[in-house]
């Protein structure tokens, strides 16, 4: 079969497929590597780190406290019966936070599920969602890795999944949205994909900023002629669609005259934002402040180097979702990055296995075809 005629089932098949990246392509991934951490390291130096640290990181952190508390107080007016609409626009009108464009007000999702179900037995959910988790990471990764690796997998799941434990876990989309993507990636499998698939719907229904993990499902299941699967996740992104139009119309409703609009999202932050995002949300330990964005450049490799479909599409969700973020996204969305935890820090025991197989590439006396 051509690798033209399905370049994902030529890399799926392969087990150790950056073994067999021609050795130009080998050199350039290195190179890459390499260029990536030595940036966040001299970004990140003391001097640089102590004039972050000044009025705008804390900025930023007063900014996620202040979202938290908003989410909060809408919370609470709609377990008490409140429209959410009205109670959503009436606090973030109140707070100064934007309602226009409509995506700036959350999906009503997560504040129904506090009715419902109560945000402390979410929260139990959330928390009792991490170590399943782990379970399932370790599974997928037993026909493929040693021992040693699952085990590193596994505790950097554990310090990536921190924001699962906090209190306020049930309060954030994207700690809700990442649990669920993570899942969804967990879970699959080509003749049972469907618990795959309600993972990753529950997730566009808490946080729109799933889409392209869903979009790029599509496009893998298009590639592969998997006809059923496409037709499947299209189906729950024109349920998705429906469910954003509704939305926009319940903002609508709501919204005031002179209610504040969103700066917009064009901020061009650079890749320190999403590297130092993940540094803050995750819990590193024994490693000083200035060299944990360079290890977060690490796991997207470890996943690229896995193979099979888990490892390129973990590895193309992570680096495309991360390249958004370090183009739009504002410095107080440092947030969005939950979107790609807890699974994202466990590519980082996988990096090893990169590099060697980089190597090896390097050196073989032939480039592989």
Known sequence: MSIWHDPLGRWEAMARPLRHTPRALAAGLLALLAGLMAYSIAASLPDDAASAETPAQAEELEEGEGDIALYRRISERVVAGENYYTAALAEQRASNYPTTPFVTVRQPTLAMAHRWIGADVLG?????????????????????????????????????????????????????????????????????????????????????????????????????????????????????????????????????????????????????????????????????????????????????????RMGVFACLWFAGFLTAVALVARPENFYWVQLTMPLYLAGIALAPRAIGDLLHAIRAKTPHE
């Open 124 to 308: 139990y959910i959330l928390f009792a969602g991490l170590p399943i988790a782990i379970i399932l990471l370790v599974k997928r990764l037993e026909a493929t890795t040693r021992l040693p690796e699952r085990i590193g997998a596994a505790l950097a799941m554990l310090l990536g999944g921190i924001g699962l434990t906090i209190p306020q876990a049930p309060l954030i989309h994207e700690v809700v949205a990442g649990l669920c993507l993570t899942l969804a990636v967990l879970a699959y499998a080509p003749g049972r994909w469907w618990p795959a698939l309600l993972f990753a719907a529950l997730a566009l229904a808490v946080r729109e900023l799933s889409a392209p993990f869903v979009l790029l499902w599509l496009a893998f299941a298009l590639v592969q002629r998997r006809w059923k699967e496409a037709l499947a996740v299209g189906g729950v992104l024109l349920l998705f669609a429906a469910g954003m139009y509704l939305h926009a119309l319940g903002v609508e409703a709501a919204r005031l005259p002179g209610d504040p609009a969103s700066p917009g999202w064009n901020a061009f932050a650079g890749i320190m934002l999403p590297l130092s995002a993940l540094a803050k949300l995750t819990a590193i330990p024994f490693v000083p402040a200035w060299l944990e964005p360079a290890l977060l450049v690490l796991p997207l490799f470890g996943w690229l180097a896995l193979g099979g």
